[in-house]
């Protein structure tokens, strides 16, 4: 047996562009999380409003649904591997926008949403590309590892990144260089490191698709997505459970007018549900679900949306953060899961274009569902919107148990058995 078979907790790293490409995604979240700190809390100092921090998500969601069916197809097109540094190489002209405003001063609000409009529009064409290329960096027994390793690797950046950003915010720097101005110029840092490395990667996946652009073609990922009960209830759940129980961009409001924690605490927080999604992606590497995945998921939903509750009702920083810890840690058995369903239940000349797809769905329940706090937040108070959202995430994990019972009955994530579970009972809804 060669070292590539041998399987164990860190099988996915025997490959040598999986290590180079995750060491890759470390640099730029940690750089993307610190700098979305510094955004938040600029635009949060300008403003004082919850609904104009919900517009930065808004910004960032629209490109992915005006670009879903253009951009999964770019993926299935072309090599991803080149429209991934195409569309990073764009990001490094937006973060120096984002430097320039800082460094020169503004007074509206109004150029940063722009420029975070072109970021989505950039992470729109990057994430299919990104997630579909993930199966082209190691063997096939090794993809579940890699998966995990890969959310793993998410949460360690994303947990470093917003404490990060909270500590170079608030550093003591004389003159202009201070502020989010600091920050952006790490991200800067960050995104050519990330290029260096993504550049140097072997593997080149070419073209998977050979059929000239259609509305068939187009749309063939969206409706393959609707076709499999497995697929569509996985992804939806993720959708509709985070968009009302996601609380992140609330957090600035919990820092300063509930909990006083100012900017480094709002570091803190932003951290903490990072801190509890490395503690349990640690652990599923080294125990992965391998049986009962559709009931795993659907608990730690549900968990979720409980934990979600307590942190609005809160008042402590020790709960908060406790609170948030275990909202982390319930989401990433749910995002492994999902993310393991996503790539195996997919034909591999499909991957972009189904990724897309899912990247659409993600977006709203993170960018819009950003938005939808902001609102919630401007009409009822930001307490009443996470906690609404938390209750409304465990109705939600109710109502698709009856809705989508095939995600229950999953099983084992291997490609063989979700297609005989697909094939094997009509839908039912």
Not at 285 to 310: C, E, H
Not at 366 to 383: D, K, Y
Request: net charge positive; charged share 10%.
């Amino acid at each position: 047996m060669n070292e590539q078979s041998r399987s164990g907790a860190a099988a996915a790293f025997l490959s040598r562009d999986f290590r180079l490409y995750q060491m890759a995604r470390v640099l730029v979240i940690v750089g993307a999380e610190a700098q979305a700190l510094a955004v938040a809390w600029q635009i949060y100092e300008m403003t004082h409003s919850a609904l104009a921090l919900g517009y930065t998500g808004l910004a960032l969601f629209l490109p992915g649904l005006l670009f879903m069916l253009p951009a999964g197809h770019t993926a299935d097109r072309f090599d991803r591997r080149a429209v991934i540094l195409t569309c990073y190489s764009l990001q490094v002209l937006c973060t120096l926008g984002l430097f320039l405003l800082s460094w020169f001063g503004l007074p509206q609000v109004w150029p940063i949403y722009l420029i975070l409009f072109l970021i989505g529009t950039g992470r729109a064409f990057s994430g299919p590309a990104s997630s579909a290329l993930i199966p082209h960096l190691v063997p096939k027994e090794h993809f579940v590892n890699a998966v995990t390793w890969g959310a793993t690797i998410f949460q360690i950046a994303n947990f470093t990144g917003p404490a990060l950003g909270g500590v170079l915010y608030t550093l003591p720097i004389p003159g202009r260089l201070h502020g989010a101005a600091i920050v952006y110029l790490f991200m800067i840092g960050m995104l050519i490191w990330y290029l260096v490395l993504v550049g140097s990667l072997r593997v080149r996946p070419g073209r998977m698709e050979h059929r000239a652009i259609s509305k068939e073609v187009l749309l063939a990922g969206f409706r393959y997505v609707m076709q499999k009960q497995i697929l569509l209830a996985a992804i939806s759940l993720d959708l509709f459970a985070v968009l009302l129980g996601g609380a992140v961009a609330l957090l600035p409001i919990f820092a300063e007018n509930i909990l006083h924690a100012g900017p480094r605490g709002l570091g803190m927080l932003r951290a903490a549900p990072a801190i509890g999604a490395l503690v349990v992606s640690l652990t599923m590497t080294a125990r992965p679900i391998t049986r009962k995945s559709g009931i795993a998921m659907l608990v730690s939903v549900a968990i979720f949306g409980a934990a979600t509750v307590l942190f609005g009702v809160s008042t402590d920083v020790a709960l908060s953060l406790a609170a948030l810890f275990v909202v982390g840690a319930s989401d990433m058995v749910s995002v492994v899961i999902r993310s393991a369903i996503l790539q195996l239940a997919t034909p591999p000349e499909m991957r972009g274009r189904v990724s897309a797809v899912n990247s659409l769905f993600v977006g709203a329940s993170n960018e819009l569902g950003e938005f939808e706090s902001g609102v919630t937040a401007h009409w009822f108070g930001a307490v009443r919107a996470v906690v609404y959202g938390g209750i409304g995430s465990l109705m939600v994990t109710g109502l698709w148990t009856v809705m989508f019972p095939k995600l229950g009955q999953a099983d084992e994530l291997t490609a063989e058995a979700l297609m005989e579970l697909e094939a094997g009972q009509p839908r039912t809804f």
